[in-house]
């Protein structure tokens, strides 16, 4: 509960911030002290030391897994505000609102990581996405960034109204919100539980709105146009941070639901998954700009992501935390070395290696681990989901086609790497303060820290 | 200790060798690193017992994983080949020139840590670690200081190798599962037993990993380019000892886990082995290039190895222990010296070439030791190897060694008409100022001679070394 509400008052408090504090750095500041007070609330509630109680008549259910999500998604914020800030000052005026909208989409995050019923899913969704929307737009003066707002507009609208849709198809059924609420157990004797058509219906609606959240295939359309429209530093941040709470919110929602669906859950999904990674990494392979390159590596990445929803078990569920933590980490990391780019292409990292040793270094730790080579974060992600399908059995020729499309994502991952170090060019990039590349050091340390003792992370989450 | 000694001198040694520099401190520094390190190598196998070269500590208790390093005998051999190997190759590559020398000695030592590691790890999970950590800084090297193409056709190296080891992965995590106490060592493997369906289907997944890095043929599409483009310091090191790693991980992981499958197979792969070594040799005689031309040669002996460990006899896997470790040993040599020529004379063509006898003398006489070792006669190193895997082959099917045979006659064609072209004939324009090779190379290139003469002569050390393998391998079955 604490990052629910410490996250809304924070919005509103950065909102009024605007008025009192003029220097758009002083304001960077101010929502790094906020995100550093919300990691604060949020692990005092996680550790149970110090809870803001209120009565939600069981819409909400406080767990463990939901407040690691939230320990990370706030972590991940800090760190790429902490990186990023400067860009996020210069995208526009009103630098205080985007803080407070970041603020907005972190309260939407801890209610999808916590919720207990369609409505408060619902409520969730809504309030990440509505600021998302306006964060798009950011670049005013941008006809790109316009035309991806709108976009994103739309298609989310759209999408949420087939969740609605669902969502009433399954109040209908049922008479409750409640996740799970009609559910009987299958009985002894072997009869399955009977579900009536229109309970399929609106979880087959729900799928498909979730599906398009997380950009998963065939509902992926609007990620390469939305990532690529908006400004590069708020992509970083809804390819992210976001991304990874539409999946937990996926997660806790099919965890309780799937056998509505029966047998046929496992091959619509395995279809999904090949799909997504199909069409994200074959895709990506012919990009020629870095930035589009990324919106596709996070639809692949997306594939590997919806293993934890098939595996369905306890490594899937650790999994998808170090997955979203591995991920967020090294896709912010490209994204903060992406803006100080003056050129978005491949061409334009030519000779970077030369030019910026150090950022040159941590994009190709961070690119690594996207690729999930051994000693990055990103190797023990990947290997969390193909153990956990593994573990669950019977569809090892899944894990095989997944593996090969891991493959595919190297030959464009390491494409940067290639102009960085093996090409020769004059890659330019604005000002690089020391600061900066401290900051992105540490974070290259982290996620080598992460790739050899995952433990740390997750002992960390499972005292 | 000591086998953590192994990894962890060069890993530090490299990492601290990227912040040299001065070339000639990085030159120093990498060549007192891996002295200190074959120091340390010799100590461990000649003077420790079985119990003081393993290793055991925590590394990852949620997933089963521990850091355990062990060493047997072909452990002792493959590791005694890479501590030798990089000493010499850094001694006569001492006067090439890298720009960022730092950085480059930096990544050749922090291969030789993985892949000591692929040698000594006893626990899956930690040899699919230092299996990718040993292919890493290799995609570096080649690609920064290689030949024009190189970033395309190490790209493709790259790319080859890590589908093979995804592959591996996902076999690992399905053994994984089947452990009785859920736990990624070695020992827990072998006693896994599964039916006759899914052993086939693991089986193939670990073996395209592994064939790709032999390579056997039809994965070996990768390594001619790879070889030719690569500086020549890194093919050495593909070749001498990389492709170990595949007939390694092939003795060590995939004989003893699937016992049924590797029989029922053996023929297949036998025949794919030949074909390899025939087609190998084939090509190479048609070469026009000395690094494409080893290159190919390569392949043959490698496939004469990899179909000698598919008769599941004694014989013939002594003759591959032996031979893993005169291949090494003979093939850096034939490498240093298409090295020295392609340095001095600028260029690797035999039509460019001829007549160096009359201008080196002694790189000559060496170059023709090497050369006849490359072609496995007796009273070298080579002749012991392949006559056991010959022997072997024989005894499995008399038809398959006498293909196998061919290869033989072809690798004397190809390797004498090398050696005619470059050496004998009358000097051309640019053999014309040709020198002798300076001291350090031809000082490494008679420790070689000698290592190939004596164990040519005397082979018996090399037998005992790895005898407990052999014979551990053979009682599983």
């Not at chain 1, 509902?219 to 941040?237: E, K």
């Not at chain 1, 303060?433 to 050899?452: P, S």
């Not at chain 2, 060798?17 to 120091?39: N, P, R, W």
């Not at chain 2, 995939?254 to 074909?275: E, K, R, T, Y």
Request: include cysteine; charge should be neutral; charged fraction near 10%.
């Amino acid at each position: 509960m604490n990052a629910i509400i410490v996250s809304a008052l924070l919005g509103v408090v950065m909102m009024f911030s605007g008025i009192i504090v003029k220097s758009k750095s002083a304001q960077s500041v101010v929502a790094a002290a906020g995100l550093l007070l919300l990691l604060i609330a949020n692990l005092l509630n996680s550790y149970g030391v110090c809870t803001i109680h209120i009565n939600t008549h069981e819409m909400f259910h406080f767990e463990k897994f939901g407040m690691f999500f939230n320990t990370i998604a706030i972590t991940a914020t800090l760190i790429y505000v902490l990186l990023s800030g400067k860009a996020i000052e210069n995208t526009g005026v009103n630098v205080a609102d985007y803080y407070a909208l970041i603020f907005f989409v972190l309260c939407g995050v801890s209610i999808l990581s916590s919720f207990n019923g369609l409505l408060m899913l619902f409520l969730g969704i809504e309030i990440m996405s509505i600021p998302l929307y306006i964060l798009t737009g950011a670049d005013k003066r941008n006809l790109k960034s316009n035309e991806a707002s709108l976009k994103y507009f739309l298609m989310g609208s759209f999408s949420t109204g087939i969740m609605l849709m669902g969502i009433t198809l399954i109040y209908g059924a049922t008479g409750n919100f409640a996740l799970g609420g009609s559910v009987t157990p299958p009985s002894a004797g072997g009869l399955a539980p009977q579900f009536s058509f229109l309970e399929i219906a609106g979880m087959i609606l729900l799928f498909v709105s979730m599906c398009f959240k997380v950009s998963a295939a065939p509902f992926h359309f609007w990620t390469p146009d939305v990532y690529d429209g908006a400004p590069a530093v708020f992509t970083s941040f809804m390819a992210t941070i976001v991304k990874a709470a539409g999946f937990i919110a996926f997660i806790r929602l099919f965890e309780s639901h799937t056998n509505i669906l029966g047998p046929s859950w496992k091959i619509l999904l395995a279809f999904v998954i090949i799909a997504t990674l199909l069409i994200g990494n074959i895709t990506a392979v012919f990009q020629q700009s870095v930035k589009r390159m990324l919106a596709y590596s996070s639809i692949a990445q997306a594939g590997f992501m919806l293993f934890a929803l098939y595996s369905a078990n306890d490594l899937a569920k650790e999994g998808i935390l170090l997955y979203s933590a591995a991920y967020s980490l090294a896709t912010i990391g490209i994204f903060s070395v992406l803006i100080k780019m003056n050129d978005y292409t491949f061409d334009g990292f030519n000779g970077l290696a030369k030019a910026q040793p150090v950022l040159a270094f941590a994009t190709t730790i961070c690119l690594l681990s996207l690729a999930g080579i051994p000693l990055t974060a990103g190797f023990f992600a990947k290997y969390y989901m193909l153990a956990s399908v593994v573990k669950a059995g019977g569809s090892l020729w899944l894990v095989v086609v997944a593996v090969l499309f891991a493959a595919v994502s190297v030959y464009y991952y390491f494409r940067v790497i290639q102009a960085m170090y093996f090409k020769e060019g004059e890659a330019t990039t604005s000002e690089i303060t020391g600061g900066f590349k401290t900051g992105l050091t540490l974070l290259a340390v982290l996620i080598i820290l992460i790739g050899i003792f995952p433990g740390m992370v997750l002992n960390f989450f499972y005292f | 200790m000591v086998p953590v000694l192994l990894i962890l001198i060069p890993l530090l040694t490299g990492l601290v060798t990227f912040f040299l520099k001065e070339a000639k401190a990085a030159k120093g520094f990498a060549l007192l690193s891996s002295v200190i390190t074959l120091a340390v190598a010799l100590a461990g196998i000649f003077f420790l017992d079985a119990k003081e070269l393993a290793f055991d500590a925590a590394w990852l208790p949620d997933l089963g994983s521990r850091f355990t390093l062990m060493t047997d005998g072909m452990g002792k051999m493959l590791c005694l080949l890479t501590t030798v190997s990089f000493p010499i190759i850094f001694a006569a590559t001492y006067n090439n020139e890298y720009k960022n020398s730092g950085s480059f000695y930096g990544l050749m030592l922090l291969t030789q840590a993985g892949l000591l590691g692929v040698f000594l790890a006893a626990d899956a999970l930690l040899f699919y670690f230092f299996w990718e950590l040993a292919l890493i800084p290799v995609y570096f090297l080649c690609s920064i200081w290689g030949g024009e193409k190189r970033i395309a056709v190490t790209f493709k190296f790259f790319i080859y190798t890590f589908i093979g080891s995804l592959l591996m992965l996902v076999g690992i995590l399905f053994l994984y599962f089947h452990t009785a106490d859920h736990s990624f060592a070695i020992q827990s493997f072998y006693k896994i037993s599964l039916d006759g369906k899914q052993e086939a289907f693991i089986f193939w997944l670990f073996f395209i990993a592994f064939a790709i890095k032999m390579p056997i043929f039809p994965f070996h599409t990768w390594q001619p380019d790879a070889y030719e483009q690569s500086p020549t310091a890194t093919t050495m090191i593909m070749s001498g000892i990389m492709v170990k790693m595949g007939i390694f991980a092939v003795i060590r992981w995939l004989l003893p886990l699937f016992p049924h499958a590797s029989v029922q197979f053996a023929d297949l792969i036998i025949i794919l082995s030949i074909i390899g070594m025939l087609y190998g040799s084939l090509i190479a005689i048609r070469q026009d290039d000395i690094k494409r031309l080893i290159a190919y040669s390569s392949i043959a002996h490698i496939g004469l190895m990899c179909a000698a460990i598919f008769t599941h006899n004694k014989i013939g896997m002594e003759g591959v222990m032996i031979q893993m470790f005169n291949h090494g040993v003979n093939v850096i040599g034939l490498w240093i010296v298409a090295d020295v020529i392609e340095q001095k004379l600028g260029t690797r063509k035999f039509s460019e070439l001829g007549g160096l006898a009359q201008k080196a003398p002694v790189m000559a006489i060496l170059l023709v030791v090497m050369a006849l070792a490359n072609i496995a006669l007796p009273l070298t190193n080579a002749f012991i190897g392949e006559f056991l895997m010959f022997n072997g082959l024989f005894q499995y099917n008399m038809w398959m060694a006498a293909a196998a045979g061919i290869s033989v006659i072809l690798a004397a064609v190809y390797t004498l008409n090398m050696v005619q072209k470059v050496l004998y004939g009358n000097t051309v324009a640019t053999t014309e100022n040709a020198t002798e090779i300076s001291g350090n190379i031809q000082l490494m290139l008679i420790v070689l001679v000698i290592v190939v003469i004596v164990l040519g002569v005397y082979p018996q050390p090399m037998i005992d070394l790895t005898k407990d393998t052999v014979t551990a391998i053979l009682v599983k079955r």
